[in-house]
């Protein structure tokens, strides 16, 4: 198995460190061609506009989304998830989503960077303790198609969702050195 982490901005190492500890092959993502034979990718978080600035700059969004049709899984986080939707509530002309994701998402729902929190919350699929969920100016699921899975929720909230081979997580599970999300992306997501 091999899987790319998208690393033109955000936390693409604590992603890369979290599959290298899990066994697998990891590659990053910055061009087109890097995309080639990958089963998996990883879309950080970050901020979402640069993110969606670089990929525009690295002609990246034809290329995953091609690659995406043609089986390869996607997993977003925070900005990850926010460029994976469809629709993108408070989004700058600028940034345009990759439109992967049938769901409308907001940015920055949980407040600004000194609103940043963290909590558990269960993880459907996943056994055991809660998930440790770290908000850092998280977005927020909005209008979720009917395909769409709610794996996750705080408050009656969807805080990770997943769709066929998409994984998107408003939340940031790379930093809190808990594997198990990151494994269900390879068991569940990838391995379905």
Partial sequence: MRIGVLALQGAFREHRSC???LGVETIDVRYPHELSGLDGLVIPGGE????AKLLASHSLYEPIRNAYENGMAIFGTCAGAILLAKKIEGAREDQIPLGLLNVTIKRNAYGRQIASFETDVPFRGIEG???RAIFI?????ADLGP??????????EPTAVR?????AIAYHPELTGDLRVHKYFIDQVIGS
Avoid: K, N, Y
């Avoid at 979402?48 to 993110?51: H, K, M």
């Avoid at 100016?137 to 699921?141: D, K, Q, S, W, Y």
């Avoid at 769709?163 to 994984?167: I, K, M, S, V």
């Fill in 19 to 21: 599959l290298r500890q």
């Fill in 48 to 51: 979402s506009t640069a993110i």
């Fill in 129 to 131: 303790e809660p998930v």
């Fill in 137 to 141: 100016r998280a977005p927020r699921f």
């Fill in 147 to 156: 395909d769409v899975e709610v794996l996750s929720e705080r408050d009656g």
């Fill in 163 to 167: 769709e066929g081979r998409l994984l």
